[in-house]
Structures are given as structure tokens and as C-alpha cells.
């Protein structure tokens, strides 16, 4: 009756009439429409309507022929005088459905309670199914009972010309001995669902096989396995696999199903991702710091520029298969993942379990002839390696005879020094005269005492006097050397051979080291050189070793060890303590003894690097700065109550008071520290009035509420979440909370603020507890599982959700707030919250999560790294920077290790987690310290009257007198109250008067 026709709008066209024409009451009464309404189609136009409708116009056309043929032959042998007309369609249906039933008894067919097992036809004993080309397909009828007239085998047993019985006739027919079965044996064939495996996108894929071919050999081995007819029917959309059977499930089968299901899920818990924790805008790696999550978003890996746990394979023949590869490299350790590349070179690459492993593989197999390994690093950064830095000086240009030295100074100096006498290290005691020309001071018979040394003697005169110090200059009588073209190369080669020689003797076999030398002018004194050694602690005992040892060409060499640290200054920092900063270098970099340079970062922060010779000195100098960059640290980890402060409702007064006050404020997250910079007052000020704020949350209000149980309605913890979003940025900024908490297992909101909104807010929730309760619920017309957190039927296909692990479902609602709150709460690993499970979520679970915008890679990583510290405190630690995001490894060396951060640049010590000491052990340094805490507790006694110098930090004590005050040893002038400096006497008085007029 339909033609499908060939391309895709003709079988459009041909279903969409076939659907319009398609009576629940067979075949048969199908045709019979379209035959009703082509009847009524004038004769010139039937053609053209039946190829409007894909009806086969020879189809009608042969069945008017026989209709009118079938009234002829009743009018000519019996007389009967019909008319061509249709009657009232219920009656002459019900007439012809149980005739029809009576000529093709032999045909009836009971429903198997699936579309794909067909129907049971008694006669034959066979399963059979509609042929496609029946209406009832269309209408997707399944009735109970049925007779066809035609039976077709191609691919299947099919059957067609299908009328639908009424079981009335049935067992009408039984009663009366015109059938002869079991109803109850019929009955009993139909399928039931025995099992279904309810499971995430991933497994289904598996499961499911290409084009679903593994359905059909699971439906072939169930039938084998004795089973009766089995259909198995998978719902992507939905994540389930049902299997359906007259029979019971077979165990040994489910098994199998089951252990599929394990291999497939120890996949998934491998998959981890590599993610950079501070980003460029561009989305490139912006430090190198790296860390590998995995399941549950838990941190697996640390990784720092130049380590990862990948490699690359290169160097391999096009026969290399993946066995050979696997065969070579899982000698060390434990391959996860092992990708083949469709190009020769490079092969492919392997993930180890650990970076270590991989390590060890590129170590050993890097230079090999096939098959190396290289690490797989997606970042050009560079790990930063500092090395350790020696100065040598070796004279150029011997003292001619005795030693004359000429003396350049100001011409009130030049009175102050003329005729007096200075002492050399040798002992002598040599007059400063008056040179011939009258314009230099002179000092005959010098001996070897160079430059400096005549210096330092002149200047002890003066007490070191700074600015005689910068006006000073001494100049010693030296033979002239001319300069040749491979003096540094001939040089450098001499003292190459030495230090190889030292590190021999020391047994510093492996002691690699670079030496660099300046090319010297015609008139320079001496050759100056650097030595960088890739191994501090061996440069620094072969440096320690060579002094006063080291000569070249007879010549003595002098070491000097250039010790370097790294501070990081924020740009806001560095605008409000400029001033300070810059004094600090000045104290420092008197007498040369210590380099300080501040430079600007590309993205406008700042560094400060400071380099001398002593470690002692070293340390000192940083920890002057690193006061002051700490600021004034107000502590929040006390408590709970104290935490909340570093919410967001809390943030909003710490950013009042910030304004008020006119300092700076930065919160440090991680470290629950707040740090607070400016002028003294103001500090004082602005901490005052932060604690008086922890006094006010004393008095703040906790609740929990209850979203579940049998007298709160249904999906009641959806709705909220619904309503207000997000948990932190929706329901505590609604109702200014200070701190919110949701428990999604025992469905449980905890809220703490102001008595005012935690009543508020538990009146808002009472009111939406009432309102659904109220509703009527709406039947969904397709079955649609419960989310396992609000307890309500997913709303739609679209909105249902998975977890690959364990195949729990979920409504995106309230996966997006169970992982949100997670990320924020930093609770890891990310659980799967259905009783009884715990299953973590596979790294599939996240990266959808991530695709959604429901959560930022940055975020995820930082707060995984924050939980990581928090439950790992002796084996990992935060950068000492604030709100630096760097994580490092604990190590136990009583000698220190180095860590340098790759994204602000400080020196670390690993094992005392101090910065970084170079030269001293963590047991020196410790004590070193020691002494500082002793002088904190003896300043704490009384703090009105003991304070450091705000310039070079020597402890000071005021016993009595005015509030100006001088240092002793800077010299500094400054204000005793707020430790404002000034350049002179009146400057301070006329400060006092200011704005100290009430403090005597």
C-alpha cells in the first residue's frame, strides 16, 4: 500500500502518511482508510493524490477492481443488490476484527513483552516479528494477541497483514475446543527484565560495543547459555543495558558482566590529567609547577619544571610493536598508559606511576641507538637551578718597589688625614704627607697592602665615615703588563687544572663547575673571574678547601664565595613600603660587603636579589627584608570562628576596614593569615579593630537544617539549590551569611552568621519546604531514575548524569553544587555520595565537570593541593611567599635542601622550611633563630619601651627622656611612638608637635 521511494524526503513523506492512516486496529483497517479517502478523490486527480501520499496507485486501483467486481458477482448469482458505501467505522471494525480472527485462527500469536522478542505464534512454535512495512510498527502498538495472514523469512521470521484479536475471543474460542493450548504455558513465555546494569558513558561504549555488536553476541550467549528468549536493549541516553528473558538471569554470565565491568573501572581510576596551577590570560603555563589529579581530584604528583611522569619514545623502527616496548621500559617501573603515535618518530610515549620512574627511564635509555626516551614536558620553562657562584681575583700588575700609594679626597678631608698616621694588617705605622704637586695625600713604603687595605686603615681614622667613605680614593703605583690575545684562555686553562686537582684530592670526582673570566683592560689591576659549580655543597667545600691554597703562576688567588637568595615583592607590597625597602638596602650595601638589587618582574611584581659572602650575612640581610614584607600578621587558624573571617561575608569587613584605615591588607587563603602593611599607627590601628571584629563573631549564630526525612517533602535540598545557586556565591551572599556547609549524604545545611540572617534564612527555607510540599507531583511517561543526592527523578534525558565509576545517577543541579561545594570545602577525594558507595569520581567524572564551567581547572588543582597540605603536613608544605600556590616535598637532610619556587623566585629549605640558609645547617640556623625568639620575648616584656631601630633593626631600649630618638649605630633620626625617620633633629621635634602633641 506505501512505497518508501529512494531518497531521504520520499521516505519521510511515506512514514509520515503511513502514521497518518494507522489504526491500533491492524493492517487490514489501516488500508481500509486509505481506501475511504481515496474513494472521495475525483477521478482525474487520484493518480497525482496517490503519489502525493507514497500510496501505490496500482495498490487502490486493483482493490476498486475487486470491490466492484465482488458486487457484481453478488447481484448476477445471488441476486443481492449492494451499494459501494462506507458504513459506521466501530461496527463494521469489530465485525471484521473477530472475522477475520475466525479464518486465521490457525495464525494467533501471543506478545512476548518486547518490540525486539515479537510475538509467539502457537501454530509453528516460532518467534516472529512485524514486518517493517506494518502500521503497527509505526504506532509502536503492542497488543496482546494477534493474527497475520502472510508469513515472510528473510533475516528473520516476519509476518504481515496483521489484525489485532481480543483475548475474550481467545477464550472463547478454548471453551468452545476451536483452540487447543496452555493459556498459562503461552502466558508464561512472556519476558521479563532480569537484570540492569546501570552505568556511565565510558563502560556503556565497552559494554556496548561498535555499532552494538557486543549486545548481539551477550544476547547469543545468554540464549546459549540455556536461557529462553533473551533480548538485551541498551539506552545510551539513560546509561543502561537491560536484559530481558523468560528465564532467570544465568549467574555464571552476570559474572562475567560483572568482571567486565572491574577491568574496565581499573582503567578509569588510572586516568589522571597534568594541570599547570598558575596560568598565563592565554591559558599557557605560566611557572612550571605543575600537578597531576586523579581519581577523586586528589593530587598524585608535584611536578616542577624539567619532571614529569611521561615519555617520549624516539629512534624506533617502523616493526616496533608495543610489546617490545613495554617489555624494554617496564624494567623501571610501572607503565599506566602506553600510546602508539600513527607517525614512525617519535614512537609513541608511556606514563610511568611515579615521575621517578620516568626519570630512571630517560636516565638509562637516553643515549641508546633505539628506542630512547625523552620526558614529556608540554612547557619550554625551565626548572631554576642556582648555582654556586665564586669570585676569584688573581694580580694582574704587581706593586712597583716598595709601595706608594696617592690619596684622592676633599680639601677638608686632606686636613683632616695630613701628617696622621695609619697601621697596615703587617704592623707597620706609615705617615700620610703631603704629595710634591700639593694636589694628593702620599704614603711611601706600603709594601704588598693593596688598594683596600690602605682604604679601610685611612677610614678607621674617621670611624668609617660614610661620606668620606664615597669621596675616598686610593691609588697604588703598579708595574704596567701589556696585554695579549689568550691571556684569559691561557688563564683560564691554569686554573681549570687546579681546581680539577683540588677536587681530586678532596674525592670530588664527579664535581662539575664552569669557570668564566673577564677580559681585562690594559690598565686592570687584576684578572676577575667567576666559577659556577652545578653542586652547591661540593663547590662550597672545594671552595673552603682552596683558600690561602690556590696559586697560579706563583701567584696567591683570592675566593670569594658569592652567595645569592631571591626575595619576591607583590607590586602592592612594594608601592606602600618603597620607602622602606629602599633604606634597607642602603644599611645593607655600606662597605660592598653586601649586594642588594630590586628589579621589576614582567608582570609589573618585584624581586629582590641579595648576594654577599658570608651565609651568616646572607640570612641576616634577607630576614631585614622579609620583616617587612611579612607586614603585621594577624593569625586566623585559632578557630573555627576565626576562620570564617576569610569567607566572604567576613572579606567584606576586612575590605572596610582596609579603606577605613588606608593600609594594605592581603589575605593569605591558604595559610589563614591576614597581613597588614603601612605606616605604624595605621597597622595598630586597623588590628585593633580586626580583633574587636573576632570579639563580634562570639556572638554569632550556628543551625543546621535537616532537608530530608519523612516529614520534608520531596526534593527539597534541588529546589534550594535551584533557587539560590551556587552554595557560596548564591545562599551566603543572599542572606549575608558568614559560612554555609552542606552535608549531601545526610542531606544536612549548616549555616552561621548574625542571629538575624540565620533566622532569615531559616524562614526562607521553611517557606520553600511549604510551597512543595503544596505541589502535586507530574507523572513522567518515561521511567527516569533518582538522583542520588536530592532523591527526585531526573528530570530529563539531558539533565541526567552518570558517574563512570560506579554508574550512579545524578541531575546536573546537584552534581554541579556536590562538586562545587567539594572544590570550595576543600574536601578531596570528590566521593560519589550514594549510600553504601564512596566510589571517588574517575578523572572523566571531573573533566565533564570541567567542559561544564562548573568548576575552574586553576581552582581544582589549588584547592586539591590545599587538602593535600592540610591532611600531609610532615611531608608537604606551602611555599613560604603568601598566597604563593607552590607545594614542596618535606625532606630530612641535617644539612638542608634547596628548593627554589618557580613562581616567586624565593630559596626554600626543605627540611627546616626556613629560606633558604646557604652555608649554614638547619642546626645553626635553628639557633641562629633561637636567638631572635629570645629577643622577641625579652621585646614582649615591655613592648612601650624595647623596639628595633626601623632602619637597621639593632635592638633598642628607652629608659627615659623625650620621644626622638638617634641610633647608635645608623645614626638614623626617628619618632620613639611610630618609628616615622627623619634626616635631621628639628624635622622629628616639629613631627612630635604634629601629631604627637598629647604623649609626653
Known amino acids: 500500500m506505501f512505497y518508501k521511494g529512494i531518497s531521504e524526503t520520499d521516505q519521510q513523506k511515506s512514514s509520515k502518511t503511513k502514521l497518518h492512516y494507522g489504526s491500533q486496529d491492524g493492517d487490514v483497517f489501516t488500508w481500509l482508510e486509505v481506501y475511504k479517502d481515496w474513494t472521495n478523490v475525483p477521478k482525474k486527480s487520484k493518480s497525482n493524490w496517490c503519489k502525493d501520499k507514497s500510496i501505490n496507485y496500482k495498490v487502490v486501483t486493483y482493490t476498486k477492481q475487486s470491490v466492484d467486481e465482488m458486487i457484481q458477482i453478488l447481484k448476477k448469482e445471488a441476486d443481492i443488490h449492494v451499494e459501494s458505501s462506507f458504513g459506521d467505522i466501530v461496527s463494521v471494525t469489530s465485525f471484521f476484527q473477530k472475522l477475520i480472527f475466525q479464518a486465521y485462527m490457525f495464525s494467533l500469536s501471543h506478545y512476548l513483552g518486547h518490540l525486539r522478542a515479537g510475538y509467539y505464534a502457537l501454530e509453528v512454535e516460532k518467534q516472529v516479528h512485524f514486518h517493517p512495512s506494518s502500521s503497527l510498527l509505526s504506532l509502536n502498538a503492542k497488543p496482546e494477541w494477534i493474527v497475520y495472514t502472510e508469513f515472510m523469512k528473510t533475516t528473520k521470521d516476519f509476518i504481515k497483514c496483521i489484525s489485532i484479536v481480543e483475548e475474550g475471543w481467545v477464550q472463547e474460542a478454548l471453551q468452545e475446543g476451536r483452540l487447543f493450548f496452555d493459556m498459562e504455558e503461552v502466558k508464561g513465555r512472556k519476558i521479563e527484565l532480569v537484570l540492569r546494569e546501570e552505568i556511565g558513558l565510558t563502560m556503556f561504549r565497552h559494554l556496548v560495543g561498535p555499532k552494538y555488536l557486543h549486545l548481539r553476541e551477550l544476547e547469543e550467549e545468554l540464549s546459549n547459555s540455556g536461557m529462553s528468549t533473551v533480548v538485551v536493549e541498551a539506552d545510551r541516553e539513560m546509561g543502561t543495558i537491560d536484559i530481558y528473558s523468560s528465564s532467570p538471569m544465568n549467574s555464571q554470565v552476570a559474572d562475567n558482566i560483572k568482571h567486565c565491568k572491574q577491568t574496565i573501572l581499573e582503567t578509569l581510576v588510572l586516568e589522571e590529567d597534568e594541570i599547570p596551577v598558575l596560568k598565563n590570560p592565554n591559558g599557557s603555563d605560566r611557572t612550571g609547577f605543575r600537578v597531576v589529579l586523579g581519581q577523586g581530584a586528589e593530587v598524585k604528583s608535584l611536578l616542577v619544571p624539567d619532571e614529569s611522569n611521561k615519555i617520549i619514545i624516539r629512534n624506533s623502527s617502523f616493526r616496533t610493536t608495543e610489546e617490545e616496548i613495554r617489555h624494554k621500559f617496564s624494567a623501571f617501573g610501572e607503565i599506566v598508559e602506553c600510546i602508539k603515535f600513527k607517525s614512525l618518530n617519535p614512537w609513541g610515549f608511556l606514563r610511568y606511576k611515579t615521575k621517578q620512574e620516568a626519570q630512571n627511564a630517560v636516565t638509562c635509555t637516553m643515549n641508546d641507538a633505539e628506542n630512547a626516551a625523552n620526558l614529556k614536558i608540554d612547557n619550554d620553562i625551565k626548572k631554576v637551578q642556582r648555582k654556586f657562584e665564586v669570585k676569584l681575583t688573581l694580580c694582574r700588575r704587581p706593586i712597583k718597589g716598595i709601595g706608594t700609594a696617592f690619596i684622592k679626597c676633599s680639601l677638608i678631608d686632606k686636613s683632616t688625614f695630613l701628617d696622621k698616621y695609619i ?56 708595574i704596567k703588563v701589556t696585554a695579549t ?15 680539577k686537582k683540588y677536587s681530586e684530592m678532596l674525592h670530588l670526582s664527579n664535581n662539575t663547575f664552569e669557570i668564566n673570566m673577564i677580559q681585562p683592560k690594559e690598565s686592570s689591576i687584576n684578572y676577575i673571574g667567576f666559577i659556577h659549580f652545578d653542586k652547591l655543597s661540593e663547590g662550597e667545600q672545594l671552595c673552603k678547601f682552596m683558600q690561602n691554597r690556590l696559586r697560579v703562576q706563583n701567584k696567591p688567588v683570592e675566593i670569594f664565595p658569592r652567595l645569592k637568595t631571591t626575595l619576591y615583592v607583590p607590586e602592592s607590597i612594594m608601592k606602600i613600603c618603597r620607602a622602606e625597602i629602599d633604606e634597607i638596602k642602603d644599611y645593607l650595601t655600606v662597605g660592598n660587603s653586601v649586594e642588594v ?133 548564591g545562599l551566603i551572599e543572599h542572606f549575608h551569611l558568614m559560612d554555609a556547609k552542606i552535608d549531601f549524604k545526610q542531606q544536612k545545611l549548616s549555616i552561621f552568621g548574625s542571629p538575624g540572617a540565620v533566622t532569615q534564612t531559616e524562614n526562607e527555607i521553611a517557606a520553600i519546604e511549604k510551597d512543595l510540599a503544596s505541589r502535586v507531583p507530574q507523572q513522567t511517561a518515561k521511567w527516569l531514575p533518582d538522583c542520588v543526592v536530592c532523591m527526585c527523578p531526573v528530570e530529563s534525558c539531558t539533565e541526567l548524569y552518570r558517574l563512570e565509576g560506579c554508574g550512579h545517577s545524578y541531575c546536573h543541579t546537584c552534581l554541579k553544587a556536590m562538586v562545587s561545594v567539594a572544590v570550595e570545602d576543600k574536601q578531596f577525594p570528590v566521593d560519589c555520595v550514594k549510600e553504601n558507595c564512596s566510589l571517588a569520581l574517575v578523572w572523566k567524572d571531573l573533566r565533564f565537570c570541567l567542559k561544564q564551567n562548573w568548576i575552574s581547572e586553576s581552582k581544582l588543582a589549588q584547592r586539591s593541593l590545599d587538602s593535600l597540605v592540610a591532611t600531609n603536613s610532615s611531608r608537604y608544605r606551602y611555599c613560604k611567599t603568601a598566597n604563593c600556590p607552590v607545594v614542596y616535598e618535606v625532606t630530612e637532610d641535617v ?90 633633629v628639628s624635622d622629628c621635634y616639629n613631627h612630635l608637635e604634629l601629631f604627637h602633641p598629647d604623649i609626653v
Not at 464 to 474: T, W
Not at 485 to 499: I, R
Not at 926 to 942: A, G, P, R, T
Request: with cysteine; aromatic share 6%.
Open 485 to 499: 690575545e689568550h691571556e684569559v684562555e691561557d688563564m683560564k686553562t691554569l686554573l681549570s687544572y687546579e681546581l
Open 423 to 478: 697601621s697596615l694588617p703587617n704592623g707597620k705605622r706609615l705617615k700620610l704627607k703631603m704629595s710634591n704637586k700639593g694636589e694628593d695625600l702620599i704614603c711611601h713604603a706600603t709594601g704588598r697592602a693593596d688598594e683596600q687595605v690602605i682604604k679601610d686603615s685611612i677610614l678607621s681614622l674617621v670611624n668609617y665615615d660614610k661620606r668620606i667613605s664615597r669621596q675616598l680614593s686610593v691609588t697604588v703605583l703598579r
Open 597 to 729: 638589587k630590586i628589579w621589576e618582574m614582567k608582570k609589573k611584581d618585584f624581586a629582590i636579589d641579595i648576594r654577599c659572602t658570608s651565609g651568616k650575612c646572607l640570612v641576616e640581610a634577607r630576614d631585614l627584608f622579609q620583616n617587612k614584607l611579612d607586614g603585621e600578621i594577624v593569625d586566623c587558624s585559632i578557630s573555627d570562628l576565626t576562620r570564617s573571617v576569610l569567607k566572604p561575608e567576613g572579606l567584606k569587613k576586612i575590605k572596610i576596614i582596609e579603606n577605613r584605615f588606608k593600609v594594605l591588607i592581603n589575605v593569605d587563603k591558604r595559610r589563614e593569615r591576614i597581613h597588614i602593611y603601612g605606616t605604624f599607627e595605621d597597622v595598630v590601628q586597623t588590628k585593633i579593630k580586626i580583633l574587636e571584629y573576632f570579639e563580634e563573631l562570639k556572638h554569632a549564630k550556628k543551625s543546621d537544617l535537616l532537608l530530608s526525612g519523612n516529614e520534608k517533602p520531596q526534593g527539597l535540598m534541588k529546589e534550594i539549590m535551584k533557587r539560590f545557586g551556587d552554595l557560596h556565591n
Open 895 to 984: 644539612e638542608g635542601n634547596e628548593f627554589n619556587c618557580p613562581a616567586c623566585l624565593i630559596s626554600l629549605c626543605t627540611s627546616c622550611h626556613s629560606n633558604y640558609h646557604v652555608g649554614l645547617s638547619c642546626k645553626m640556623f635553628v639557633s641562629q633563630q633561637d636567638s631572635n625568639l629570645h629577643f622577641e620575648i625579652w621585646k614582649s616584656e615591655d613592648p612601650l619601651n624595647r623596639k628595633l631601630c626601623p632602619v637597621c633593626r639593632v635592638p633598642i631600649e628607652k629608659n627615659d627622656g623625650c620621644n626622638h630618638m638617634t641610633c647608635r649605630v645608623c645614626k638614623i633620626e626617628f619618632c620613639w611612638i611610630c618609628l616615622e625617620k627623619f634626616t635631621n
